[in-house]
């Protein structure tokens, strides 16, 4: 299936930096992207698992990534996608704002990257304080 291929190049990007090398050599970049546009979201899901190990390696593979156009989907998947895709893709934001340049930074804000990022942190910090807050309100030793 494509997703067990995309998950398989994925392993292969998070491998050492020749084989990083190997596979961003081959014309495999194009149709990664192309799969990360997929309207199926369990093939956009693991194309985004590929490209956020693209971008663990070199500034260069970061450069590409970010020049392809691939940065406005990542802003409409943060928004709205289930949680798998959007873990992907905050991988990928992360990995480029570490790896990257200033220029970098400066096209995922303007391409509209963090604010849903923000929104989706500041989501599951709440979620976390209201699951500890009701853990604390149960009895501790249950009925009397």
Same mark, same amino acid.
Do not use: Y
């Given at each position: 299936?494509?997703?067990?291929?995309?998950?398989?190049?994925?392993?292969?990007?998070?491998?050492?930096?020749? %084989?990083?090398?190997?596979?961003?050599?081959?014309?495999?970049?194009?149709?990664?992207?192309?799969?990360?546009?997929?309207?199926?979201?369990?093939?956009?899901?693991?194309?985004?698992?590929? /490209?956020?190990?693209?971008?663990?390696?070199?500034?260069?593979?970061?450069?590409?990534?970010?020049?392809?156009?691939?940065?406005? %989907?990542?802003?409409?998947?943060?928004?709205?996608?289930?949680?798998?895709?959007?873990?992907?893709?905050? %991988?990928?934001?992360?990995?480029?704002?570490?790896?990257?340049?200033?220029?970098?930074?400066?096209?995922?804000?303007?391409?509209?990257?963090? %604010?849903?990022?923000?929104?989706?942190?500041?989501?599951?910090?709440? /979620?976390?304080?209201?699951?500890?807050?009701?853990?604390?309100?149960?009895?501790?030793?249950?009925?009397?």
């Amino acid at each position: 299936s494509k997703e067990a291929c995309l998950h398989f190049l994925g392993n292969l990007f998070a491998g050492s930096s020749t %084989q990083k090398k190997a596979a961003m050599d081959t014309i495999v970049l194009p149709d990664v992207l192309r799969l990360a546009k997929a309207t199926n979201l369990k093939v956009a899901k693991e194309a985004f698992f590929v /490209l956020a190990n693209m971008t663990s390696g070199s500034r260069q593979h970061t450069d590409t990534i970010v020049k392809s156009g691939v940065l406005r %989907q990542m802003a409409v998947l943060l928004c709205g996608a289930k949680w798998g895709v959007q873990r992907n893709v905050c %991988q990928l934001v992360c990995h480029i704002a570490v790896a990257g340049s200033v220029e970098h930074i400066r096209e995922l804000v303007s391409e509209g990257c963090f %604010q849903p990022l923000v929104a989706l942190l500041v989501c599951e910090i709440s /979620l976390c304080v209201c699951r500890l807050d009701h853990r604390r309100r149960k009895p501790v030793c249950g009925p009397a």
